[in-house]
């Protein structure tokens, strides 16, 4: 018997012929279509949702199966802890990969077919969704035999979800339904908190990497992309100001990137001669904290 098989007798229970002695878990790998190559990491990176897409839990419980409802078939899951249920509607020509009485996580795949990323993100968070996009771009590369370093998917993943949503603008000057820079909500909220207001709710917002490349603070890097046009006329007419933050507009104007020596807690650093003393107040001053508040800037 396969050590992957669910045992549905006890130890010393008499059967009979035709009982179920085990159940051996479906293998939805080997049915379901595999859209392998660069289309499915494009898929992945745009945030496109798929064809054919899964059906998720959308909470932690035990698997039941109803009748058919409006030619379909219907699943339930219930919370053995709450009460709580959530119904299921699958056509009847998807593959369901889970049994009657199976436990499942929240997020977890129901039927076959690949997961809609925005779906996930609702449903897990970011940090769920974070993982699922990295697996699934590093598959199709290891199915052809190419070893990437997780890092590099990991910015562009980290990219994708750098902007929120608006849920509630508190005593903030956002807007209902606004999307804004992660960095900027946290900043917003900190000044707020501080001064006593209160803060602004937010839900991470998934772009693709086209979108999220238009939708840069930088008007320079979003015009140095696509639709330069359109991103000139309205950085002017918003009278909008580039704080040159990132590479692409560095580069651009010519400046040094912030990166490496670049950093503009490095650019004030003076060079000394090998072997000469020198202290932490010869190179930032007589504040003990500038060093640390430098790097808060960054």
């Known amino acids: 018997m396969s050590v992957d098989a669910i045992l549905s007798i006890e130890d010393g229970q008499e059967i009979k012929t035709g009982d179920v002695v085990a159940r051996i878990p479906?293998?939805?790998?080997?049915?379901?279509?595999?859209?392998?190559?660069?289309?499915?990491?494009?898929?992945?990176?745009e945030a496109r949702t798929p064809k054919e897409a899964a059906e998720i839990a959308k909470i932690e419980g035990i698997v039941e199966l109803g009748g058919i409802a409006k030619g379909k078939r219907k699943l339930i899951v219930r919370d053995t802890v709450t009460g709580a249920e959530e119904e299921h509607l699958i056509p009847m020509n998807k593959h369901v990969i889970v049994f009657p009485g199976d436990f499942v996580h929240k997020g977890q795949q129901l039927t076959e077919g690949p997961i809609v990323p925005q779906e996930l993100l609702e449903v897990c968070g970011p940090q769920d969704l974070q993982e699922y996009l990295v697996n699934e771009?590093?598959?199709?590369?290891?199915?052809?035999?190419?070893?990437?370093?997780?890092?590099?998917?990991?910015?562009?993943?980290?990219q994708m979800l750098r902007k929120v949503k608006i849920t509630d603008p508190g005593d903030t000057e956002?807007?209902?339904?606004?999307?804004?820079?992660?960095?900027?909500?946290?900043?917003?909220?900190?000044?707020a908190v501080a001064e006593g207001r209160r803060p602004a709710e937010a839900s991470p917002v998934l772009l693709g990497i086209t979108k999220a490349a238009l939708e840069t603070e930088s008007f320079i890097s979003a015009a140095s992309f696509q639709d330069?046009?359109?991103?000139?006329?309205?950085?002017?007419t918003l009278g909008m100001v580039d704080a040159l933050r990132g590479f692409k507009e560095n580069v651009i104007m010519g400046r040094l990137i912030p990166a490496g020596t670049g950093f503009p807690m490095y650019r004030d650093i003076k060079p000394v001669k090998l072997g000469e003393e020198i202290s932490v107040e010869d190179l930032l001053g007589s504040d003990p904290l500038a060093f640390e508040e430098k790097v808060e800037e960054l």
């Open 26 to 45: 479906r293998e939805g790998a080997k049915t379901k279509d595999i859209t392998g190559g660069l289309p499915r990491v494009a898929e992945l990176v």
């Open 137 to 158: 771009v590093q598959a199709v590369y290891r199915l052809q035999g190419v070893e990437i370093n997780d890092k590099h998917i990991e910015v562009i993943v980290r």
């Open 174 to 191: 956002f807007l209902w339904g606004e999307q804004v820079e992660k960095q900027t909500f946290q900043e917003v909220n900190q000044n």
């Open 228 to 236: 330069t046009t359109r991103v000139l006329t309205k950085a002017a």
